[in-house]
């Protein structure tokens, strides 16, 4: 047996019944920022289509309400470019996740960030804890840990992100006491 180019086999796969609806997902996925524009791009993400209706997370309840006003003229747009029609279209904030890279930006340089070198990647967490004396009870055992490798505020010998020492002289808690 012989190994077939990549194509060839993913193209065999890509007529099969089951797959299109992800073949048409990935249309409206293609064709979504040239449908709807850059901004609005920006402040929305595709999720599924489910019954004919499209899924799309927004960033906020604001964008939701107005693309949800939009959403015939969005839907008509992209209609015209997919081979079965949508029915409908639901913008939600529900599934609206920032990424990772983009909160960091915000908080990357405040004093206050405290990087924590013991997290594990997103992939290696542990299951939730069974009930919320338990949550608290890690949260708390967390926070325990974290404070023992930083350094001590010089007024109230509390543990104080490093970045509030080198910045204020002081935690943050006890420069704001002083303004």
Same mark, same amino acid.
């Given at each position: 047996?012989?190994?077939?180019?990549?194509?060839?086999?993913?193209?065999?796969?890509?007529?099969?019944?089951?797959?299109?609806?992800?073949?048409?997902?990935?249309?409206?996925?293609?064709?979504?920022?040239?449908?709807?524009?850059?901004?609005?791009?920006?402040?929305?993400?595709?999720?599924?289509?489910?019954?004919?209706?499209?899924? /799309?997370?927004?960033?906020?309840?604001?964008? *939701?309400?107005? &693309? #949800?006003?939009?959403?015939?003229?969005? =839907? %008509?747009?992209?209609?015209?470019?997919?081979?079965?029609?949508?029915?409908?279209?639901?913008?939600?904030?529900?599934?609206?996740?920032?990424?990772?890279?983009?909160?960091?930006?915000?908080?990357?340089?405040?004093?206050?960030? /405290?990087?924590?070198?013991?997290?594990?990647? *997103?992939?290696? &967490? #542990?299951?939730?804890?069974?009930?919320? =004396? %338990?949550?608290?009870?890690?949260?708390?055992?967390?926070?325990?840990?974290?404070?023992?490798?930083?350094?001590?505020?010089?007024?109230?010998?509390?543990?104080?992100?490093?970045?509030?020492?080198?910045?204020?002289?002081?935690?943050?808690?006890?420069?704001?006491?002083?303004?």
């Amino acid at each position: 047996m012989g190994f077939e180019s990549l194509n060839r086999a993913l193209g065999s796969l890509g007529n099969q019944a089951e797959l299109q609806p992800l073949q048409e997902f990935q249309r409206i996925r293609s064709c979504w920022p040239e449908v709807v524009g850059q901004v609005v791009m920006a402040q929305t993400r595709p999720l599924s289509v489910e019954r004919g209706v499209l899924k /799309v997370a927004v960033s906020s309840s604001v964008w *939701a309400q107005q &693309l #949800t006003f939009q959403r015939r003229l969005i =839907l %008509a747009k992209l209609n015209a470019r997919l081979a079965s029609p949508l029915a409908d279209i639901r913008f939600s904030t529900a599934q609206w996740v920032l990424a990772p890279e983009s909160d960091e930006s915000v908080a990357g340089d405040h004093p206050s960030r /405290v990087p924590d070198p013991h997290q594990p990647p *997103a992939a290696c &967490l #542990t299951p939730a804890p069974p009930d919320a =004396l %338990a949550a608290f009870q890690r949260w708390a055992q967390g926070i325990q840990a974290r404070g023992q490798s930083l350094p001590l505020c010089p007024q109230c010998d509390c543990p104080a992100p490093p970045g509030e020492i080198q910045r204020w002289g002081v935690c943050a808690l006890c420069a704001a006491k002083q303004w």
